[in-house]
């Protein structure tokens, strides 16, 4: 059964940054596909950032420049850095990942950026 779990979540004022990690069992980030979404209130879900097996990256307009995605295969998780937060950027963020569509999906982590 695979598992994904989020983390790093938080409060940060606008200009801060934060880091989500995602961590897995049951499955390999390494060579699959791993994504970052995000839910604001009110708000569909949304693509942040994407990482292909072969390790294309590509951004929601949104986040371009100011967030980055990667992943460690030794300690098999994915990361989001996200530098110059916006209160807009407030959301739960969702770790997504799978051979090529986001078959799993963690329950997310909540970043708030106060004004």
């Known amino acids: 059964q695979v598992q994904l779990g989020e983390s790093g979540g938080g409060y940060v004022q606008a200009g801060g940054s934060l880091k989500l990690s995602c961590s897995a069992s049951?499955?390999?980030?390494?060579?699959?596909?791993v994504g970052w979404f995000r839910q604001a209130p009110g708000k569909q879900r949304e693509m942040v950032a994407a990482?292909?097996?072969?390790?294309?990256?590509s951004y929601a307009h949104f986040v371009e420049g100011r967030f980055t995605i990667s992943r460690d295969s030794a300690q098999n998780t994915a990361s989001l850095q996200m530098n110059s937060l916006k209160p807009e950027d407030t959301a739960v963020y969702y770790c997504?990942?799978?051979?090529?569509?986001?078959?799993?999906w963690g329950k997310g982590t909540l970043v708030t950026v106060s004004s």
């Open positions: 997504a990942a799978g051979q090529n569509s986001m078959d799993y």
């Open positions: 049951g499955f390999i980030f390494s060579g699959n596909t």
């Open positions: 990482l292909s097996g072969r390790g294309d990256t």
